[in-house]
């Protein structure tokens, strides 16, 4: 089992920027992919970015370059910083872990940016 508890939401004025942090416990041994979703009111839940144990990164194409995923020294945590914050991108981030080909997920924490 692994747990995810992500932090760092809020709110925000537009412009403004956030880094949220995931941090994973667990059988953090067996991590290869970590990442974000978020979820917006009455979305469907979506791909924000990941980033393989390898150092590969993808990112979704409404990110153009305003957001950079990174992990931390110890490869259980994740970050993604977030600038230029727009209401758009009012939603619930999500931490996500590939664990041995097992998807993990967070409980989320609710990033609010206000215009």
């Known amino acids: 089992q692994v747990q995810l508890v992500e932090s760092g939401g809020g709110l925000v004025q537009a412009g403004g920027s956030l880094k949220l942090s995931c941090a994973a416990s667990?059988?953090?041994?067996?991590?290869?992919?970590m990442g974000w979703y978020r979820q917006a009111p009455g979305e469907q839940r979506e791909l924000v970015a990941l980033l393989s144990s390898g150092g590969g990164q993808k990112y979704a194409d409404f990110v153009k370059g305003q957001f950079t995923i990174s992990r931390g020294n110890a490869k259980n945590t994740v970050f993604l910083q977030m600038n230029n914050l727009k209401p758009e991108d009012t939603a619930v981030y999500y931490c996500?872990?590939?664990?041995?080909?097992?998807?993990?997920w967070g409980k989320g924490t609710l990033v609010t940016v206000s215009s």
């Open positions: 996500y872990a590939d664990v041995y080909a097992r998807d993990y």
């Open positions: 667990g059988r953090i041994d067996g991590i290869n992919t």
